[in-house]
């Protein structure tokens, strides 16, 4: 989970993936605390993720009292009772499980992730999330039967699309935009990381990548419901970071899942660099409804 980005640094020429300190879970078993993206979950689907476990990543994508009990009425409010409240497993928080008095859609986006934020502040306090000691690039694989993915997870740099390093394919609204933006401006903190995809042939990167999935130990290991095995090392080599940079450079990368996330970015990117070069030092409050980036 990296934190926003520094909008002093330079434009990148190529496509540049940056080290970043990964904040990581520390809970017995992390499948219990993954979610599908955040478009992709359903109500009944974040209950079923509650009820997974008290700290699923939900709580700070979709904050919870942002959805109903199911079954209960618009408007009303079910407090949770000491006898349907789990107890806390070892390095978990326990909330109750709260219920909107209002639908999403009437909730404004600052109060309803400002609910976001505080979750995610509590769980730096308690140990449930921990940052990790040094900046790394993050090699990230998923495999199970009949699949098989690796790839890097690091600080892209944001570049213009007129540029064509980072290719999107698909149109953008006004509206995820603003959802997302209201989400990493009031949190701080990018939640969600985008899906990119590049020809990487025989590579240095491909082989490194490679070589440390095969010989080195990850730092976590989970199977999700799904039956898919997920598995993370951190790279922190700066000589193996800079390889990676210079074979990366001179390619073209392609968005297949965020391009909402990705134009919030690009949203946030242009308000951080105006509040600095005002002197502000904060970036101005998220609009309701930013126009999507050229």
């Not at 990964?22 to 078993?29: C, I, L, S």
């Amino acid at each position: 989970m990296p934190g926003m980005g520094i909008p002093e640094l330079p434009v990148p020429s190529g496509l540049v993936l940056r080290p970043f300190r990964g904040v990581r879970f520390a809970v017995e078993d992390p499948a219990k605390v993954t979610s599908p993206p955040y478009d992709l979950i359903s109500d009944a689907k974040v209950d079923a993720l509650l009820d997974s476990h008290p700290n699923n990543v939900v709580r700070l994508i979709l904050p919870c009292s942002t959805h109903r009990q199911p079954g209960a009425p618009t408007g009303d409010v079910t407090p949770p009772t000491e006898d349907a409240t789990p107890q806390p497993a070892s390095g978990t928080t326990q909330h109750p499980r709260p219920v909107a008095s209002h639908r999403p859609a009437e909730i404004p986006l600052d109060t309803r992730y400002a609910e976001a934020r505080d979750t995610l502040r509590e769980w730096l306090e308690a140990g449930v999330l921990v940052p990790d000691d040094v900046p790394a690039l993050y090699v990230y694989e998923q495999s199970g039967a009949g699949v098989l993915q690796r790839g890097l997870i690091g600080d892209v740099g944001l570049v213009d699309p007129g540029r064509r390093i980072i290719l999107p394919h698909e149109d953008v609204l006004p509206g995820p935009i603003a959802d997302r933006l209201a989400l990493m401006g009031t949190t701080q903190a990018n939640l969600e990381p985008i899906f990119l995809l590049y020809d990487g042939g025989n590579g240095t990167t491909t082989g490194l990548v490679n070589e440390v999935a095969a010989q080195r130990p990850p730092l976590v290991s989970a199977r999700t419901e799904d039956g898919l095995t997920h598995r993370l090392w951190a790279i922190t080599d700066p000589a193996e970071i800079a390889a990676i940079n210079a074979d990366l450079h001179d390619r073209q990368a392609l968005i297949a899942d965020g391009h909402h996330r990705y134009a919030t970015y690009r949203v946030l990117q242009r308000q951080e660099r105006a509040a600095n070069r005002a002197g502000l030092g904060q970036p101005p409050a998220p609009s309701s409804a930013p126009s999507p980036p050229p």
